[in-house]
């Protein structure tokens, strides 16, 4: 079994957790994964049970991330 946890501590940790929980809740083969917030923290933990998919997960979500964050720029 693969674990990962991924941290966001920018100031938009709140709301790019709000936009992955949609993600998070989807059923995919092999690979678990749970967001949360902590104070301003946002958490990712990504369970996985080989490494191809713990790769997957990760690419995923860091690149949802990231167009998140891109999404939040435009906008302001």
């Known amino acids: 079994m693969f674990a990962a946890e991924i941290r966001i501590t920018s100031d938009d940790a709140p ?5 992955l929980s949609p993600e998070a809740g989807r059923e995919l083969p ?4 749970s967001v ?6 946002g958490i990712i ?5 080989d490494a191809s998919a713990m790769r ?9 991330i990231r167009i998140t964050e891109d999404i939040t720029k435009i906008t302001r």
């Open 30 to 33: 092999r690979t678990k994964a």
């Open 15 to 19: 709301s790019i957790i709000i936009a």
């Open 36 to 41: 949360r917030t902590e104070g301003g923290t």
């Open 56 to 64: 997957a997960a990760l690419n995923s979500y860091l690149e949802c």
């Open 45 to 49: 933990e990504l369970t996985a049970s």
